[in-house]
Every structure is written in structure tokens, then in C-alpha cells.
């Protein structure tokens, strides 16, 4: 059978983290940028990186192995890919690689939260420290970056005017609606510590005269009203279901008549085994917040009933991220 687990395959599983290290510590280092723009020896990025040589070979050593360096006759380089997307400042840059080096902090606690049942170390991002916090925008505004025009492909904006982009982090889906249509004025809410680096990428985008930021915690303050269409980008997935209750109908209470809410997010069949990102992910809630999860279709589709929201449809995007929308009447 082509999925038969063998004691090879479960050691090779066992093993998986060391690349996952190998990875998170060459990018932490930057031993990539060093590359960028000629090859070196291993004692060369020793000596810029203020590492040990010894050590700083070793690893590289390991890099070639893995397929993001090359080496001939002592001497080191990126691979085609490591150029693209593992040198900081290029288009491509994986930015968000460095939170995903963060998490591997809360993801060493999943058995204790397990036994426990929530997460065991601080669960609010904006609690984790200015660069845990920062990266963690990164890696958002990178993925959304990537994601805002298929998104958008699937939605009607006819008469939209104003969104409400809860927890839209970077603004990064907010710049893409008023970008698709020159009458969309957009509202990004967040926390505090978060908009403040909302509004760096805003002034960045050049976009302060469409784009402007709410203050507030989404599961304790009231968004006003007046608005057309309500979207929420990996929000669900922190909150409990009883939040989230809560959290549909107070968006709803913020929109205009036939206004819409569009709630994008992994959702997991009932059975929660698949999609497999979707059920991994409810694991990655569990060590990093206090009550979040992965849901089902059925489980949003009674959020928006409860708030009275009606036209309740999925749209299935790539990645195993899908759109609930739902219309107020």
C-alpha cells in the first residue's frame, strides 16, 4: 500500500525536525544574503557572521545536502532557489520563515498542552515580544500578499463601498480591495501593538488616503457600523466557538443591509481528519492559543444563521483555505 507506515518511515518521521532546525538556523543566521552576491568559503561566512568556523562548515555541510547550497572545491553558493526566496531584500523573500522558527518554541509543548488541553505558554502574539510579533506580521503579510487575487476572483464587489478587515494585521487584503476598485475605502482593525505596524505598511503602500485603522480587541469592542462588507482572514481559528457566536453577530450588527461578512480560514471535514493542513492546524491552535481550533463547514454555517445572516455559501480556494460568506438581509 502506497500510505503503509513501515518502523523505517516512523523514524524517518521522528527525525523530520532536524531539517526543520538546520533550515530555521541558516535563516536566522542569514548565511543566505551572505551568499547573495559572491561564493564563499565556510571560514568566510564564519568570519562575517561572527560564528564559530568549525561549526558554521558543519552546517553548511548539511545545507548542500539539503539542495539550498552548493559546493566545489571548498567553496560555498545558494542554489537558484536559496537565491530567490531565502536572501533577504529580494521580491520573493520568505519572510515569514521566521515566525515559523518561532513556533517551533510552542510546537516542543504539544504534549503538555495536550495533557492540559489549551496552550502552555503566553497565547496573545502581541504578548510574545516586538520581533515574535513583527515576524508573525511578516509571515501574515506574505501569505495574504500571495492569496489576495484569488480571493478576490471569486467575489462580487458590486456595491461594496466600505470593508471592515478584522484583524487584517499588515493590511495586506484590505490593500488589495481598494486596489480592485478605486471606490473601496477600507477599515483595518487590530490591536494596538499591531497597527502600529499596520500603518508602516500602509504609508509603505501609499494607500493612508483609502486605507485607515480601528483600534480594539475584536472579541470585547463594537466596530460601529456602516459598512458593506465585513472580511475576516484566519481569525476564526483563534476563538472558541462560543466566541466566534459572538464575534459573527456583533459583525453583523456592522453592516449595511445586504451587507456581507466573508470569513476565509481552514475548515476540516466533519470527521476532523482532512484536509491534513486543516487538521494540523488545529494542533498549531492548541499549543499557540488559549480555546482556538479548526471547524467545519456545518459548525460556520450555524455562527451566520445565529447572527441572521442568509445566501450562507462556500467557496473552495487553494492551499485548503476556503471562503464562508453570507449575506444580512
Not at 150 to 174: H, K, Q, W, Y
Not at 220 to 248: K, R, T
Amino acid at each position: 500500500m502506497a500510505n503503509e507506515i513501515t518502523p523505517e518511515k516512523i523514524l524517518e518521521l521522528s527525525a523530520a525536525y532536524r531539517q526543520s532546525c538546520v533550515l530555521f538556523a541558516a535563516y536566522q543566521l542569514d548565511i543566505f544574503s551572505i551568499l547573495t552576491d559572491s561564493d564563499k568559503t565556510s571560514s568566510d561566512v564564519a568570519k562575517a557572521l561572527s560564528t564559530d568556523e568549525r561549526a558554521t562548515d558543519r552546517l553548511m555541510n548539511v545545507l548542500v545536502g539539503m539542495g539550498l547550497l552548493i559546493k566545489q572545491d571548498g567553496v560555498f553558493a545558494n542554489t537558484d532557489v536559496a537565491n530567490q526566496f531565502l536572501v533577504k531584500g529580494k521580491p520573493d523573500y520568505l519572510a515569514g520563515l521566521g515566525h515559523s522558527a518561532n513556533l517551533w518554541t510552542t510546537w516542543g509543548t504539544l504534549a503538555d498542552a495536550v495533557r492540559e488541553g489549551k496552550a502552555i505558554l503566553g497565547t496573545r502574539m502581541d504578548e510574545r515580544g516586538e520581533d515574535r510579533l513583527r515576524n508573525f506580521i511578516e509571515a501574515m503579510n506574505w501569505r495574504a500578499s500571495r492569496s489576495a487575487a484569488e480571493m478576490l476572483a471569486t467575489l462580487d464587489l458590486n456595491g461594496v463601498n466600505r470593508i471592515l478587515d478584522i484583524g487584517g494585521g499588515s493590511g495586506a487584503f484590505s490593500f488589495a480591495f481598494v486596489n480592485a476598485d478605486e471606490n473601496i475605502k477600507s477599515t483595518v482593525f487590530d490591536v494596538p501593538d499591531v497597527i502600529k505596524l499596520t500603518n508602516e505598511y500602509i504609508q509603505r503602500a501609499g494607500l493612508s488616503d483609502r486605507v485607515d485603522t480601528m483600534t480594539g480587541d475584536y472579541n470585547i469592542d463594537d466596530f460601529g457600523a456602516g459598512f458593506d462588507l465585513v472580511y475576516m482572514s484566519a481569525i476564526v481559528h483563534i476563538n472558541s466557538p462560543e466566541q466566534n457566536i459572538a464575534l459573527i453577530r456583533k459583525a453583523a450588527n456592522a453592516l449595511n443591509p445586504s451587507g456581507r461578512i466573508v470569513v476565509s480560514d481552514f475548515i476540516v471535514d466533519d470527521s476532523r481528519t482532512s484536509p491534513p493542513m486543516a487538521a494540523f492546524f488545529a494542533l498549531n491552535m492548541l499549543v499557540n492559543t488559549e480555546c482556538g481550533d479548526t471547524y467545519t463547514e456545518n459548525e460556520i454555517r450555524e455562527w451566520f444563521t445565529d447572527a441572521g445572516l442568509t445566501e450562507i455559501n462556500r467557496i473552495h480556494l487553494s492551499r485548503g483555505i476556503s471562503l464562508m460568506t453570507g449575506r444580512k438581509p
